[in-house]
């Protein structure tokens, strides 16, 4: 079955970086679009970045424009995301994502915790 694990979250001050994994199996990782979303305390689920497949496209959310970089191994089966110049506001658990048909499938998330 498909399955993606996250990791690299955890905590950073104001101005670090981190970069963030995603491993991928149970699918063709190199056929498929991928995503990272994000969700802080009290917020909804954001899209953050998203990828295609062949990684030609790179889309973010405005917030991090210039600061994130999502970008996938495909031989790895991992996809990633950049962060540098984090803030206090980039606090969430970070969850990767692909979409087959009408089904997102998700990892369980990792914390990212930027300190004031």
């Known amino acids: 079955q498909v399955q993606l694990v996250e990791s690299g979250g955890g905590l950073v001050q104001p101005g670090g970086s981190l970069r963030l994994s995603c491993a991928a199996s149970?699918?063709?990782?190199?056929?498929?679009?991928m995503s990272w979303y994000r969700q802080a305390p009290g917020k909804e689920r954001e899209l953050v970045a998203s990828i295609t497949s062949d990684g030609g496209i790179r889309n973010y959310v405005d917030s991090v424009k210039g600061r994130f970089t999502i970008s996938r191994a495909n031989a790895k089966n991992t996809v990633y995301l950049q962060m540098n110049n984090l803030q206090p506001e980039d606090t969430a658990v970070y969850y990767c994502?692909?979409?087959?048909?009408?089904?997102?499938?998700w990892g369980q998330g990792t914390q990212v915790t930027v300190s004031s």
């Open positions: 994502n692909t979409k087959s048909g009408s089904y997102n499938y």
């Open positions: 149970g699918f063709t990782f190199s056929r498929y679009a």
